[in-house]
């Protein structure tokens, strides 16, 4: 795959998402699709995050993201699609 074909994904996730395992699941998701990039949480308890890679692998990333681990109740995931512009070495937490 060439750099061209890599999106970049800007996601902030909202509902009960804190304090739930949101943040490592979503760095073990992306870690197991292959992704790079990294998630925090944000001070008004919700969680963000920017994954770069192929579409259809962010696809699957984006759908995992609507459901979160099983203690999370994820009411709704704003997310931008951009031309990968950032790059990143791994996935992590910030």
Same mark, same amino acid.
């Given at each position: 795959m060439s750099e061209t074909d890599l999106q970049q994904l800007h996601a902030v996730v909202h509902? %009960?998402? #804190?304090g739930v395992g949101? &943040?490592? @699941?979503?760095? %073990? %998701?992306a870690q197991a699709l292959g992704l790079t990039g990294w998630v925090r949480n944000l !001070?008004? &308890?919700?969680? +963000?995050? $920017? @994954? $770069?890679g192929d579409r259809p692998t962010l696809e #699957?990333?984006? *759908?995992?993201?609507? +459901?979160? !681990?099983? @203690?999370? &109740?994820? #009411?709704?995931v704003n997310a931008e699609w951009h031309a990968a512009a950032d790059?990143?070495?791994?996935? *992590?937490? %910030?």
């Amino acid at each position: 795959m060439s750099e061209t074909d890599l999106q970049q994904l800007h996601a902030v996730v909202h509902g %009960r998402v #804190q304090g739930v395992g949101f &943040r490592d @699941a979503t760095i %073990r %998701r992306a870690q197991a699709l292959g992704l790079t990039g990294w998630v925090r949480n944000l !001070p008004d &308890r919700t969680v +963000e995050t $920017v @994954a $770069v890679g192929d579409r259809p692998t962010l696809e #699957q990333f984006i *759908s995992f993201l609507h +459901e979160g !681990p099983w @203690a999370a &109740r994820v #009411q709704r995931v704003n997310a931008e699609w951009h031309a990968a512009a950032d790059t990143f070495t791994d996935f *992590s937490m %910030r």
